[in-house]
């Protein structure tokens, strides 16, 4: 998915994914408890939601969650891009390390040759 990637571009695009998923997080969360549900939630609020719904721990018992079915089906949403995040993180972090052992595997290897002490034996037949 990153092939032809530097490792810090890798990263770049890594904490831009997690960045824009908190903003989308916090604004509809906002949007939904203010417009649909009739809260008044905080930015706070809306930032914890979202990342305690993105990281999958679940709501919390202190009133920061969604109830309508809106909410929940954004609730859905965002614990896929949770999810989502999770394995593109492993993969931009495991995924170097793991190209790097592989191409050592893989590679053609001529054996060594001595800078003394050799001869070079070469016939035509």
Do not use: C
């Amino acid at each position: 998915m990153f092939r032809g990637y530097t490792l810090r571009n890798r990263i770049t695009i890594f904490f831009l994914m997690i960045i824009s998923t908190l903003l989308i997080g916090a604004i509809g969360y906002v949007h939904i408890k203010t417009s649909i549900e009739g809260g008044s939630p905080t930015v706070i609020d809306a930032l914890y939601w979202t990342v305690v719904t993105i990281s999958t721990l679940g709501y919390s018992n202190n009133g920061i969650y969604l109830t309508s079915q809106a909410g929940e089906l954004f609730s859905i949403f965002m614990i896929g891009m949770g999810v989502f995040i999770i394995f593109v993180g492993i993969e931009i972090g495991i995924g170097p390390w793991f190209e790097m052992k592989m191409k050592r595997i893989v590679e053609k290897r001529s054996p060594p040759v001595p800078e003394r002490g050799h001869v070079i034996v070469a016939g035509l037949s």
